[in-house]
């Protein structure tokens, strides 16, 4: 069975840092890999997704994530943050054996001045 | 292409009553899931339904319980309120079933569900 674990519920950047959030997956075949991003009282939406087609994936608003097999991971970047940044990332991931998508538990985002 | 409309967007209702809420998915998307956030458990997958039927189950009572119709709008319904089942309801649909795809879903704004 998929699962997916997001080190850090919340972590605090500051305005113009890298941004680092950390996402280890589990499954048995090769997987499919989601990053979605929520900001306060809206709904999900994506951020990138991999389906095996380049292990970097560049996302909007500057976000990219790294496939690594052999680490099973898919950690979200940025170069820089931005104060507009703040908000809940959530990694998900998803593969042709199980039949549902699998949610981390999401990691909040906190950006100084 | 409109995004996926839920309604309504507030909703107060006391323990031991019913509610019902609505998701209109992205015209072309035939899979609708639904998800339960709260502060405390995050986000909980309730169920799926793709093409009318029920794919997938989440750990939820009974009383929660979806439908969708051949136009695929779903309508989740909870009886019986608990204190608990106050939560933001999402609903995200997709172009396919998720799982088994690299299909992505696409959420609504959520239901700010209120027990009192």
Redesign the interface.
């Known amino acids: 069975a998929q699962s997916v674990t997001q080190l850090g519920s919340h972590v605090s950047v500051s305005e113009g840092a890298l941004v680092l959030l950390r996402c280890n997956y589990s499954s048995s075949v090769p997987p499919?890999l989601?990053w979605?991003v929520q900001y306060p009282?809206?709904?999900?939406?994506?951020l990138l997704?991999y389906?095996s087609a380049a292990t970097l994936v560049k996302g909007i608003n500057g976000f990219e994530a790294e496939f690594k097999k052999s680490e099973t991971s898919f950690h979200l970047t940025k170069p820089s943050a931005h104060m507009s940044d703040a908000a809940e990332y959530?990694c998900a991931v998803?593969?042709?054996?199980?039949?549902?998508?699998i949610?981390g538990?999401?990691t909040r985002l906190h950006i100084l001045p | 292409k409109a995004g996926v409309t839920q309604t309504p967007r507030y909703l107060i209702k006391t323990r031991g009553q019913q509610v019902t809420l609505s998701c209109s998915p992205i015209s072309g998307h035939r899979s609708v899931s639904w998800y339960q956030q709260t502060p405390g458990q995050g986000l909980q997958f309730l169920f799926e339904y793709f093409s009318e039927t029920q794919r997938n189950k989440g750990n939820f009572p009974g009383r929660f319980s979806g439908r969708q119709f051949s136009n695929s709008r779903s309508e989740m319904n909870v009886s019986t309120l608990e204190l608990g089942d106050s939560a933001l309801y999402l609903c995200a649909s997709s172009l396919g079933p998720s799982g088994r795809s690299s299909y992505e879903q696409y959420f609504g704004p959520g239901t700010r569900l209120t027990v009192t």
């Open positions: 499919y989601f979605y009282n809206q709904g999900l939406q994506l997704k389906t959530f998803s593969d042709d054996r199980d039949d549902k998508i949610f538990k999401g």
